[in-house]
């Protein structure tokens, strides 16, 4: 149609943009960090995400103090206001009913630092908010595909091909630097990560309303003959509950799965959570499920490509690290690549991420071997773990350090591997000398073969994700 003489006299509208200094596949927890991390170093960021509606998952709702403390210094802080989170003060760990109690660790400034318990869905929709309103920042709804675009001559990845949302036509964008943060169920990352992810249990989630917290604003893990179950508050009325079930679940269809949750998970938990999770179980049409993954780290050493957050490296979900490193790896790309004018000067980005694995290992290799680690032995699936998980909750119970050390390590705060390897065996050795404690002298010959076998089983748990660490 012609126009009025007036609009055909205009000149003739700008071809969108398709060439950006970074682009960043996935808006969730770190991919929104990093874009406006990188935009306020003056960097032209495009941010793509499949789905800018609000997730609706069971994931990322407890975020530990260090990832608040990486939060703030990536000034994002305000991004935990104005939705109900939740103050997290530290944990509460029930074993056969008896609980102790692992406040979070007095800090450098002298204060305990405090998690936050949210909804995953509202938080992301904060740092989206974040991002948005970050100068530099494009933000596009669009599916990424799996073939990024290379440079057939140097291997270098040049761009993304994304399919933007209500439409059938693939398009193109050009980035000197590409960042792939699209998360646990990464489609891109076999093209470049030949590690596997390996799942051996799942978290199924229930939402408890009202439910009566045995001890308010802390976590609560308890501990049975059963693998672990965890609640924490996600907002006022809200309570999560998610009970990890290794192997192969039980049947939803047949209500096999109802009937394990009420029978056998139910009688395990503290009396007061009981009606709260029994409603929940029984209201539920279809109890929501996500594989517990691990997935060790793998050097970026792609030209022009960095792989981030849960595409690159996972840990079991039990310590509610994922958001903490994820935030702290925003910190320190953002650092690396301050003084990094060209992100086109390849051999210098490669080096920067050179640096970036190995100093992130202070604090990744912790939560992720303490992650794996403090799983075995909460699931106790063989007599030597038991043996393990008893040990551990008495080393607990003896306070002060022993309690001190594993939850600062723990919640992000204090990044010391050979403080975890010290406690890890101090505790072996505290079980074995409590397996000896609790058992007739009679059978004392019987113990001494055994605490071979449990200190064995000690080494099995812990030496392979520490090797895993060091690649
Ligand atoms: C059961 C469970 C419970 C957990 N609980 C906690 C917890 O309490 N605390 C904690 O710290 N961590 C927890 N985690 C881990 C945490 O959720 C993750 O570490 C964190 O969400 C990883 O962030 P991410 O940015 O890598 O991925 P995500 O936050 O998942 O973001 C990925 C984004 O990429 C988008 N995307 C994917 N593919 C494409 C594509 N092709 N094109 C465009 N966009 C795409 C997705 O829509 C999504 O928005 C839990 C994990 C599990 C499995």
New binding site residues.
Partial sequence: MVGTPELRDLPPPPPPKRSFDVAI???????NALAVALAKQGRDVLL????LSE?NR???????PG?VRALRELGLEGCLDGFDAVPCLGYQVTYHGEPVHIPYAVAEDGKRPQGRSFHHGKFIQKLRAASKATKGVTIVE???SKNLIKNAASGHIIGVR?TPKGTKQEISYFASLTFV????KS?IRSDFIPKQVQVKSH?F?LELIDAKMPLKNHGIVVLSDRAPVLLYQIGTHETRA?VDIQGKPPSQTDGSLKAYMLGAVLPTLPEEIRPSFRKAVEDSKSIRS???SWLPPTMNQTPGLVLV???MN?RH?LT?????V?FNDAVLIRDLLADVEDLNDTDLVLEKLFDFHWRRRKLTSVVNILAQALYALFAANDPNLRVLQKGCFAYFQLGGNCVDHPVGLLSGMLRNPLVLYYHFFAVAFYSIWIMYKTTSPLLWPVCFFRSFAVFYTACVVILPYIWSEQQ
């Fill in positions: 596949i996935g808006a969730g927890i770190v991919g793509l995400e499949r789905d997730p069971i994931v990322g709702e407890l975020l530990q990832g669009a599916t990424v994304c943060a699209d998360g646990c489609n978290f989630g998610l996500m594989p517990n957050g849960d595409s996972m979900p509610g690290g994922g958001m903490t994820a």
